[in-house]
């Protein structure tokens, strides 16, 4: 008896993974992800690399931020209406790395985006701060 609803529960997880992964596809159909999350975009490229940052798609879940010679690298991954922004920089070959996992961005607004935005800008602003502070105290 536990293993046939155990069966019932993996089932309905599982239809519902695959139900919102297609509503994904419908979501991207005709464009991009960098596209979808533009303002994001926009607004981190500016502060991480004055405009100047590349976006390398991956696949049409997950696209690299990026300027070619610099220090940091910023991966947008997109999966079953959730984006996740994973900010790597490094400082005398020392990584730090910050993750957000951001939930039910399928239908976000412009204004939500700028916040996410905002948000993740202000604290990779202290992270990267910090981490430079415990690289230099341990060079001396």
Known sequence: MIWIILGIV??????RFFSSLNND????QGRTLDDKFNVIVRMINEAAFDGGGSVATI??????LYEE?????????YSTGHLTITWKYKYFQKEIVHEKFFQ???NISLFQQQKIAEN?????????????????NEIE
């Open 59 to 64: 696949d049409k879940r997950e696209f690299n």
């Open 120 to 136: 993740m800008i202000s604290e990779m602003g202290r992270i990267i701060r910090n981490h430079k502070n415990n690289v230099l």
């Open 10 to 15: 993996v089932a309905i997880i599982l239809v």
């Open 25 to 28: 596809n419908r979501d991207l």
């Open 69 to 77: 010679g610099q220090n940091q690298i910023i991966k947008f991954h």
């Open 104 to 106: 039910d961005v399928r």
